[in-house]
């Protein structure tokens, strides 16, 4: 009988009730859930799922993936089951010149924003800064560039994926026209406790030209300057953000978005569905309604 607490080739952390890290390694964003896994593993790469996904197999373990640990229902925490945690796989690169941002399957919008924003790109994605770029990617990804960019699924260019039998594919629409579609479909299965997990490990998101707003960081160097020809192309699709876009970035850069910058955009928000009501209906603002 498999030992439910030895995971095999598995480089990461185990964490196990009683462990000093174990309660704050199973929080996630909603307080009210309170689940509490059999054993939580701490990835640090493909590999380390693969070995994490094996294991759940071998055991009989219900298998659930933590991401940001955002979504409210707390799907990320299976009571007495096997918590694949990919915090610890939170790298974000960026390629200036290929306009694509590689980003791994624990990374959160703040990471994604602060590689992005010195070269003056950005992508379509979420309004906290402590989403999970895959969980918001994965169940579709609605945000303020979404009317001229499209979904953050919209925008995704290749998945890297660790199936139910772990083993690690790529699914890229050049290999597979269906492989993108795929991907996101077995993942949003991973992400509902379906008995067959698999588990969206990195993505390459293509990213949309912001204008510059900051000096290049010093990672440039490791993926080289754009190019003449780069510099014209990118001159001719230049994207004005507007400033809400522009605010809410930096907002999940820092991790200062507040209650009253919250209640204000609901507030905004309210006063623009009433503004296209009032246009569509004629009704007038003073008025009683006919």
């Not at 000093?20 to 996630?28: F, Q």
């Amino acid at each position: 009988m498999t030992d439910v607490r030895t995971v095999r080739d598995f480089a990461g952390e185990v964490v196990e009730p009683g462990h000093e890290a174990y309660d704050a390694h199973r929080e996630i964003w909603n307080a009210m859930v309170d689940r509490r896994p059999a054993l939580i593993a701490r990835c640090t790469s493909a590999d380390d799922v693969a070995a994490a996904v094996r294991h759940g197999r071998e055991t009989g373990l219900e298998i659930a993936v933590k991401c940001g640990g955002h979504g409210v229902l707390g799907l990320s925490v299976p009571e007495g089951g096997l918590m694949i945690d990919l915090s610890p796989m939170g790298e974000v690169r960026v390629d200036p010149a290929l306009r694509c941002a590689f980003v791994q399957g624990g990374a959160l919008l703040r990471s994604l924003d602060r590689a992005t924003d010195p070269h003056g790109l950005a992508t379509t994605a979420g309004n906290v800064s402590h989403t999970g770029v895959g969980g918001l990617t994965l169940g579709g990804g609605m945000g303020w560039l979404a009317r001229q960019f499209g979904l953050s699924c919209d925008n995704v260019a290749s998945y890297t994926v660790v199936t139910a039998d772990g083993e690690t594919v790529s699914a890229t629409a050049a290999e597979n026209p269906a492989g993108i579609t795929m991907a996101a479909s077995t993942s949003l299965r991973a992400r509902r406790r379906a008995s067959s997990a698999d588990v969206v490990v990195r993505r390459c998101t293509t990213l949309a030209t912001a204008g510059p707003r900051s000096t290049p960081s010093t990672n440039a160097a490791a993926t080289g300057p754009l190019s003449s020809s780069a510099t014209a192309k990118v001159a001719r699709n230049r994207v004005k953000l507007p400033p809400i876009a522009r605010l809410m970035m930096v907002a999940r850069r820092s991790g200062a978005t507040t209650a009253r910058s919250r209640a204000e955009r609901s507030r905004n928000r309210w006063r623009r569905s009433l503004a296209a009501m009032t246009r569509t209906s004629g009704i007038s603002r003073g008025g009683p309604c006919p």
